[in-house]
């Protein structure tokens, strides 16, 4: 009895650890950018297709996706980069 309150604990213990809730949450928000993005390409994509008229500004605001889905997953790798160099 005692050891199974024992390994609650230290389950706990681990759960409650700030940095990898931190990473928890890094890795969450990055998985929303990427899924947002791509949403975001296949709404516009869908919008083109609808109206004419309005296909330039939708290709616009996609490439504007693409360019800011580069540069977030640029940073990122970046940080794993710097972290992994100093560790």
């Given at each position: 009895m005692p050891?199974?309150?024992?390994r609650c604990v230290s389950l706990f213990q681990k759960?409650?650890?700030g940095m990898d809730l931190l990473k928890q949450m890094?890795?969450?928000f990055v998985i929303l950018i990427r899924t947002g993005?791509?949403?975001r390409v296949i709404y516009c994509l869908?919008?083109?297709?609808m109206n004419e008229e309005e296909a330039p500004m939708h290709r616009k605001r996609a490439r504007n996706t693409v360019?800011?889905?580069?540069?977030?997953e640029s940073?990122?790798?970046f940080k794993e980069l710097i972290l992994n160099y100093y560790q």
């Open positions: 050891d199974t309150a024992i759960e409650a650890s890094a890795d969450a993005a791509v949403f869908v919008r083109m297709g360019v800011f889905y580069v540069i977030a940073i990122w790798q």
